[in-house]
């Protein structure tokens, strides 16, 4: 079991660390896209951890991989 940083136990923390992350991202590829941003807002208010938004962000990138696949067998 992960124990969770302080920073992270309060929506003023959580929040901190993402401005944080996407200064860092702002003007990069590695920027989150919308479904992304709608882990984060997620997190930031407490409705997620941030292990359930690792796992929905691994999740989206294997079906996107499987996707992929699909679409280069089909051609």
């Given at each position: 079991?992960?124990?969770?940083?302080?920073l992270?136990?309060?929506?003023?923390?959580?929040?901190?660390?993402?401005?944080?992350a996407?200064?860092?991202?702002?003007n990069?590829?590695?920027?989150?896209?919308?479904?992304?941003e709608?882990?984060?807002d997620?997190?930031?208010?407490?409705?997620?951890?941030i292990?359930q938004?690792?796992?929905?962000?691994?999740?989206?990138?294997?079906?996107?991989?499987?996707?992929?696949?699909?679409?280069?067998?089909?051609?």
């Open positions: 079991m992960s124990q969770e940083s302080p992270l136990s309060t929506e003023h923390g959580r929040r901190r660390a993402v401005r944080f996407l200064a860092l991202t702002h990069t590829h590695l920027a989150p896209q919308r479904f992304e709608e882990l984060l997620q997190f930031v208010r407490g409705e997620l951890s292990e938004v690792l796992t929905h962000l691994e999740e989206s990138a294997s079906s996107e991989d499987d996707q992929g696949a699909r679409n280069a067998a089909a051609q």
